[in-house]
């Protein structure tokens, strides 16, 4: 009998456990999201970006570098919120990589991302917009908070910049 207990108790602790470990929000990909209308930084945002966007881009002149990689590449902007047993944090990624190969990372002259966290509707952190030179990759991560998901939200602000290409500046937006 006892072990009958000790099993139904280990799965309501998995199931428990599963609730808390998933992530509560889905991502979707958009082409080409709506310009982001500017706003103060500590006004809640109004949330109609997606959490991750992407674009192909390719040089303005349309030619074609020698060895063929990353003469066009694929631009990946995300937002996501982070959540782990005790804590929650925002964590924004801007990614350059070739557009015919997902793992072929592609430097660009500057690459960026700036996140905010947002709980129960006023501002917690906000990293500022850090940029790095002749990079493919940078993430930004706010400062964690010991609140429990369920009214949090997270904007990202991404900067993508190369000579010869068009400039990016996308906008990704999540909550929990």
């Given at each position: 009998m006892s072990n009958k207990k000790?099993?139904?108790l280990?799965?309501?602790?998995l199931a428990v456990l599963?609730?808390?470990?998933?992530?509560?929000?889905s991502a979707f990909t958009q082409k080409d999201p709506p310009p982001p209308t500017p706003i103060a930084d500590d006004t809640l945002p109004d949330w109609r970006f997606p959490a991750s966007s992407e674009r192909i881009v390719t040089h303005l002149?349309?030619?074609?570098?020698?060895?063929?990689?990353?003469?066009?590449?694929?631009w990946t902007a995300s937002s996501q919120i982070v959540q782990g047993l005790f804590w929650n944090y925002s964590k924004h990624t801007s990614k350059s990589r070739d557009a015919n190969s997902s793992w072929w990372a592609c430097d660009i002259d500057k690459i960026g991302a700036r996140?905010?966290?947002?709980?129960?509707?006023?501002?917690?952190?906000?990293?500022g917009m850090v940029t790095q030179s002749n990079s493919a990759d940078i993430t930004v991560k706010t400062k964690k908070t010991d609140f429990t998901c369920g009214n949090m939200q997270a904007r990202g602000n991404h900067k993508f910049e190369h000579s010869g290409y068009p400039s990016w500046y996308p906008q990704t937006d999540t909550s929990c």
């Open positions: 000790g099993i139904q280990a799965w309501q602790f599963a609730l808390i470990v998933l992530p509560a929000n002149s349309g030619r074609q570098s020698n060895s063929g990689m990353c003469s066009a590449m694929r996140g905010r966290f947002w709980v129960n509707g006023s501002l917690y952190d906000d990293t």
